[in-house]
Structures are given as structure tokens and as C-alpha cells.
């Protein structure tokens, strides 16, 4: 038997702290509630729980704009609630990994108000990333994720700052080797207090390239992409095996790359399996396939998932890395539109159906499974009616830039769109039972509750043993029992390449085999596929087996 990693058999529940479960009755989740649910959790099966950030934060983006890497945001609780939280997460079994938010901090932190404050005789000048105005505008082309320009003019200066995402996220100066040793600091800092690693932020745009040049526009583009010039940048493996021999080898815990523009051959060095830099990274390749067509509108469209473009993506990442670097496996997290909205059907006769389909499908791949919070319940993508429905400045900010500012859309249409893709559909609270918001909170929450929590919540759920929970949790148990699923190889079923509704492949690990075949569509199928009578099915999504044939939604999973 092969030696396996620990965090190669874990299964990942992917915790959004704001919205899990508010326990003082001011409509913020926070540290005390996610204590609440801790059995919850153990009774799913999963094994490493990831926090997404809960410091000391201005809270512009989620928490993803720090102003206090060792202080905990307020909102949220204490350090006390925290070392609460890590010993009974531990006493159950649980491992809990943080969120290293470390290409950006906040333009609160100590810091950026330090580097700031004077061009000259500051050690924490070229903390971030200034420079001069050219012709009197922006250093270079580069656009914001969240729109607008990436570069702030700072007066007291006269200098451009540098930041990718918003004004108030300045780009820390990775390049500069105080701003490494810091964050090791931090990071070991952190393993005092028995945490078991690290989810990285943009970690692959943390080495920006010299001369800081323009990025590739289409002509209607606003802005260059600056990820297209930034991401796995010259010294970013420089950097993580620096991170990897003074932090991360010293400890026996699981790391996972958020490496926005991440290719396979990049993967290969992030999740190299000699464990120079990490264990594992997202990559984005599925998570692209419905952007718009038109560069200027990015992720702002409605098209539909092509099965096929998506079948390709998932066909590659499991092939090519196999033997040589480690998967991750995610279909949603707190930035996504839900899966099953997103690739399946949340229509209430397909809904169950298609969300126990699309967890069979992922959960069988090779790879460190992720659950983001409610995904085990089925949840669904929220309606929102207006604009002022919306709390993330992604949305915000990009209705004010395409609909008001450059009238590249109207309201309506870009109100559908971000129906479809807003950051807030993952971020509605979670829905708990058929009581006031959901059980969430008694107070009103900081973002609406989605409107079907009657139907869709945790307690329904718990009591269906033929329901989406438990169906994540016999998913789980076998990937802990079968070592097929942690070792055995994927190829496609022989033609199935260009199947226009079943996505279906096979696993092979020494003598035994798993196929999966799984209907993407809401048609009902047939197909046939040659094994041995002496399979038996692992898992399925309807009661029974009619030979041949796939009902809408249908996954069949069989063993031999
Ligand atoms: O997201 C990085 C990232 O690439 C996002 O721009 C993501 O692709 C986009 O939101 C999808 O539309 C990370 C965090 O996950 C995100 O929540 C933060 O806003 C961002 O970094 C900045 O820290
Ligand atoms: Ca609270």
C-alpha cells in the first residue's frame, strides 16, 4: 500500500463563519456558533474543518482585508472563543484550518499606515508596492478584480499604490525580505495556538513580475487583467519553499493553494508530491467555463455549463496529475454560485437528484474533497430582486462600473446575471430549520436568508436518511474505507468523450474498479456499459436500477 498522507484521505467542510450560526443575537455568525454545530459536523464524517478569515478586519471584503493577523475580528468573538473552539473541534476529531491572506493585507494594518507615512528613511516603505504616476495617471493598465484601476494615488506621498483587489487591499511587497520573515513569524505564531495548516489566499500572485509590465486588454476592456501577468509569477516557488523550510515543514499539517490562473503544469510545482511547497491548490479551470463571451463583462453572464467543456477540465486535472501532484476537488466555496444551481438543476422536482449526482461525481475523483457549507443540504443560489439586495463590493462594484458608469449593460440584465454569479448566493446564512431566519440568528441577519429554508435546512435533512446529508455522509465514510478512492487512477469510459448528457468514468486501483456514470441532464437516457455481473452499486440517487437506462439526474456507482 502506497503511504498515504492524512490529508490525502480528509474530507474538507469549508466554514464561513459570518453566516454559519450567530449564538449572541446580532445577525454575524461568529466563533460561539460554529462551536454550536461541532457534532453536526462530526456526524457528517468530515475530517478538517476551514475557517474562511476571522481577524481583526475592516470587513471591505469578507475579512479578507486584515488589519491584525494575531487578533480576532470582534464580530466574531475572542482569542479565548478561538482556543475554545480548536480544543473542542480537537476533542472531536476535527482539524481546523485557517485562511493566509498574505498577497494583500488591510490599509488599516500597522503597516500600510507606517509605509504610507513618508518616501524616505521608512523600513516599511517597500513593505507594499508604490511607485511614481506616469503622465501624471496609473503606473500601468492593470484593472481591480473588483473593478476600477489596481493602483490608489496616496496624496501624502504622491505616489500609486499597488492593489489587485480593492483600494483598501494594498499588495504586499513579497520581493522585500522582511515582509517574508513577518509572515513566518505569524504563521508560526499560529502553530502555537494548535492549528492544522493553512488554506492561502492568491497565493500564485504573491511574486509580481519586474517592471510591473502592462497586461494583455481586449479592445473594449477597461483595464488590463492584471492576473494574467501576475499569477505564478518569477520567484512565487522561490517563496513557498522558503515558507515550506521555515514554517510549513515543521509541522505535520495540510496546505491548499488558492492559485488564481493556475495551469497544470504550475500545479505540478504548487502540489508536487516531494512536499517542498504545498499538498494541494484550487485551481479555477471549472469554475470559468460560464463566463461571458464578451471580456469586458468577465464572470457576468448566464450561459449554462457545457458538459463537455466541463467533463474535458475535470478529465485533465484528474489525468495529469496523477502520480505526480495532489488534487483538490470542489464544486462551490464562499466566492461561487451553488452547484446545484450552477451545474445541476434547483428545480424542486431535480433539485435532490441532481445534487447527490453531482456529489457522486466529484467525490470518486482523486483528490482532498471540499464541502462548502450548506452543500451537504442542497442549498441553492438566492433570489435577489434589486441591487440594494446585495452586501459583496465584487457585485456592488461591478453593477456601478458596467450598468451606471459605462452603460455596458442595463439593470435588468445585469440583475439576472448576478442571480446567477454574485458571491452573496454562497453567502446567505445557513439554514438550520423551518424557524425565524433559518435558526441563524434572532436578530436580523447581516445578509437575507434565502427564502426556501423551509424546505431546505439542516434539520430536515438530518431526519432524511434517504436525503442529501446522508448521502454526503455514506460519500465520505467510503472514500475513509476504499483505498481505490484515494489511489486508484481515472480514465473516461471509451466514448464517452463526446456524450452530450452522461459524464461517466472508471477507477482502477490493483484489482479493484469503480465506474461512475452520472446523468447530466433532465432527460432520461439510455446507455449501455460493459462489466462483470458480479458488481454490486455502491451508491445511488434513485431506489432502484433499470438496466441501461438514466432518469433525470440519475448517478449509479458500482464496484467490481
Ligand atoms: O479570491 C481570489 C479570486 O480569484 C477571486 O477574485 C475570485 O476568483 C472571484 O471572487 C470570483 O469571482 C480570494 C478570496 O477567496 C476572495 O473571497 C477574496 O475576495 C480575494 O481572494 C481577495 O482576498
Ligand atoms: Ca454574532
Known amino acids: 500500500m502506497t503511504d498515504i498522507k492524512w490529508w490525502q484521505k480528509a474530507v474538507v467542510y469549508q466554514i464561513y463563519p459570518k453566516s454559519f450560526q450567530d449564538s449572541n443575537h446580532d445577525g454575524i455568525g461568529d466563533l460561539k456558533g460554529i462551536i454550536e454545530h461541532l457534532d453536526y459536523l462530526k456526524l457528517l464524517g468530515v475530517d478538517v474543518l476551514w475557517l474562511n478569515p476571522i481577524y481583526k478586519t475592516r470587513d471591505i471584503d469578507g475579512g479578507y482585508d486584515i488589519s491584525d493577523y494575531q487578533a480576532i475580528n470582534p464580530d466574531f468573538g475572542t482569542m479565548a472563543d478561538f482556543d475554545l473552539l480548536i480544543q473542542q473541534a480537537h476533542q472531536r476529531g476535527l482539524k481546523i484550518i485557517m485562511d493566509l491572506?498574505?498577497?494583500?493585507?488591510?490599509?488599516?494594518?500597522?503597516?500600510?499606515?507606517?509605509?504610507?507615512?513618508?518616501?524616505?528613511?521608512?523600513?516599511?516603505?517597500?513593505?507594499?508596492?508604490?511607485?511614481?504616476?506616469?503622465?501624471?495617471?496609473?503606473?500601468?493598465?492593470?484593472?481591480?478584480?473588483?473593478?476600477?484601476?489596481?493602483?490608489?494615488?496616496?496624496?501624502?506621498?504622491?505616489?500609486?499604490?499597488?492593489?489587485?483587489?480593492?483600494?483598501?487591499?494594498?499588495d504586499l511587497n513579497w520581493d522585500n525580505t522582511n515582509v517574508r520573515n513577518a509572515v513566518f513569524d505569524m504563521m508560526n505564531w499560529w502553530a502555537t495556538k494548535?492549528?492544522?495548516?493553512?488554506?492561502?489566499?492568491?497565493?500564485?500572485?504573491?511574486?509580481?513580475?519586474?517592471?510591473?509590465?502592462?497586461?494583455?486588454?481586449?479592445?473594449?476592456?477597461?483595464?488590463?487583467?492584471?492576473?494574467?501577468?501576475?499569477?505564478?509569477?518569477?520567484?512565487?516557488?522561490?517563496?513557498?519553499?522558503?515558507?515550506?523550510?521555515?514554517?510549513?515543514?515543521?509541522?505535520?499539517?495540510?496546505?491548499?493553494?488558492?492559485?488564481?490562473?493556475?495551469?497544470?503544469?504550475?500545479?505540478?510545482?504548487?502540489?508536487?508530491?516531494?512536499?517542498?511547497?504545498?499538498?494541494?491548490?484550487?485551481?479555477?479551470?471549472?469554475?470559468?467555463?460560464?463566463?461571458?463571451?464578451?471580456?469586458?463583462?468577465?464572470?457576468?453572464?448566464?450561459?449554462?455549463?457545457?458538459?463537455?467543456?466541463?467533463?474535458?477540465?475535470?478529465?485533465?486535472?484528474?489525468?495529469?496529475?496523477?502520480?505526480?501532484?495532489?488534487?483538490?476537488?470542489?464544486?462551490?466555496?464562499?466566492?461561487?454560485?451553488?452547484?446545484?444551481?450552477?451545474?445541476?438543476?434547483?428545480?424542486?422536482?431535480?433539485?435532490?437528484y441532481a445534487a447527490k449526482m453531482l456529489a457522486a461525481l466529484l467525490h470518486f475523483m482523486q483528490g482532498t474533497p471540499y464541502i462548502y457549507q450548506g452543500e451537504e443540504l442542497g442549498m441553492t443560489n438566492a433570489t435577489f430582486r434589486s441591487s440594494a439586495d446585495f452586501r459583496d463590493l465584487e457585485s456592488i462594484n461591478a453593477y456601478h462600473e458596467l450598468v451606471d458608469k459605462n452603460n455596458l449593460l442595463d439593470g435588468p440584465t445585469m440583475l439576472r446575471y448576478l442571480n446567477r454569479h454574485s458571491r452573496d448566493n454562497a453567502r446567505t446564512p445557513m439554514q438550520w430549520r423551518d424557524a425565524p431566519n433559518a435558526g441563524f440568528s434572532d436578530h436580523q441577519p447581516w445578509l437575507a436568508v434565502n427564502e426556501n429554508y423551509p424546505e431546505i435546512n439542516a434539520e430536515n435533512e438530518v431526519n432524511d436518511p434517504n436525503g442529501i446529508f446522508h448521502f454526503y455522509r455514506r460519500l465520505i465514510a467510503l472514500r475513509h474505507k476504499l483505498p481505490i478512492i484515494t489511489l486508484g487512477d481515472y480514465c473516461l469510459v471509451p466514448g464517452n468523450e463526446n456524450d452530450d448528457a452522461v459524464f461517466a468514468y472508471t477507477r482502477q486501483y490493483e484489482t479493484d474498479h469503480l465506474m461512475v456514470i452520472a446523468n447530466f441532464t433532465q432527460e432520461t437516457v439510455q446507455r449501455h456499459y460493459a462489466f462483470p455481473e458480479s458488481k454490486t452499486r455502491l451508491v445511488q440517487n434513485y431506489p432502484d436500477d433499470l438496466a441501461d437506462t438514466l432518469r433525470p439526474y440519475e448517478v449509479k456507482v458500482y464496484q467490481y
Open 101 to 170: 491572506v498574505v498577497n494583500h493585507t488591510s490599509d488599516y494594518h500597522e503597516w500600510f499606515q507606517k509605509s504610507r507615512a513618508q518616501k524616505e528613511n521608512n523600513v516599511y516603505r517597500d513593505y507594499y508596492i508604490w511607485r511614481d504616476p506616469v503622465d501624471d495617471h496609473e503606473p500601468n493598465n492593470w484593472g481591480s478584480a473588483f473593478s476600477g484601476p489596481a493602483w490608489q494615488y496616496d496624496p501624502v506621498t504622491q505616489q500609486y499604490y499597488l492593489h489587485i483587489f480593492a483600494k483598501e487591499q494594498p
Open 194 to 352: 494548535g492549528i492544522d495548516g493553512f488554506r492561502m489566499d492568491v497565493i500564485s500572485l504573491i511574486s509580481k513580475p519586474k517592471n510591473l509590465p502592462d497586461a494583455p486588454k481586449a479592445a473594449n476592456e477597461l483595464y488590463g487583467k492584471a492576473g494574467s501577468v501576475v499569477a505564478n509569477g518569477p520567484h512565487v516557488h522561490d517563496y513557498l519553499r522558503e515558507m515550506n523550510q521555515k514554517v510549513l515543514s515543521h509541522h505535520n499539517w495540510m496546505t491548499v493553494g488558492e492559485t488564481s490562473g493556475v495551469t497544470i503544469d504550475e500545479a505540478k510545482k504548487y502540489a508536487n508530491l516531494d512536499g517542498s511547497e504545498l499538498n494541494m491548490v484550487f485551481h479555477f479551470k471549472h469554475m470559468g467555463l460560464d463566463r461571458n463571451v464578451n471580456p469586458a463583462l468577465g464572470k457576468w453572464c448566464d450561459q449554462p455549463v457545457p458538459l463537455k467543456t466541463l467533463r474535458s477540465v475535470l478529465t485533465d486535472w484528474q489525468q495529469q496529475l496523477h502520480g505526480q501532484a495532489w488534487n483538490s476537488l470542489y464544486w462551490n466555496n464562499h466566492d461561487q454560485p451553488r452547484v446545484v444551481s450552477r451545474f445541476g438543476n434547483d428545480a424542486p422536482e431535480y433539485r435532490v
